[in-house]
């Protein structure tokens, strides 16, 4: 089988041409937001709602459940927010079915 040829160069150095170039332009884009530019406090929110996330479709370790329920104790905001994507979970849910 004949290696596959785009404009006369190997397809595989085409494609990385090719994303290389596409790459670039979204870098240069105004609307690009790498990842790295996450700030810390967009972070925070992230992982919280990660753990709440983790905790109602129950994919903590014991560990990690006691020390959530034990930082929703502590923290009211965290705690209503948990709380808030509970209820809206499972209004979403009997409404589905």
């Known amino acids: 089988m004949k290696n596959l040829t785009i404009c006369g160069m190997p397809y595989e150095e085409y494609q990385k041409l090719k994303y ?5 332009k979204l870098k240069e884009s105004k609307d690009f937001v790498a990842f790295s ?6 972070q925070k929110l992230i992982d919280i709602d990660d753990r709440i ?13 006691l020390q959530f329920i034990k930082d929703c104790k502590e923290d009211k905001e965290l705690k ?6 509970a209820l809206l979970v499972k209004a979403l849910n009997s409404n589905i079915k």
């Open 80 to 85: 209503e927010k948990a709380c808030m994507t």
């Open 20 to 24: 290389n170039t596409l790459a670039k």
């Open 37 to 42: 530019e996450v700030t810390e406090e967009e």
């Open 53 to 65: 996330d983790s905790y109602l479709k129950g994919k903590m370790t014991t560990e990690e459940e």
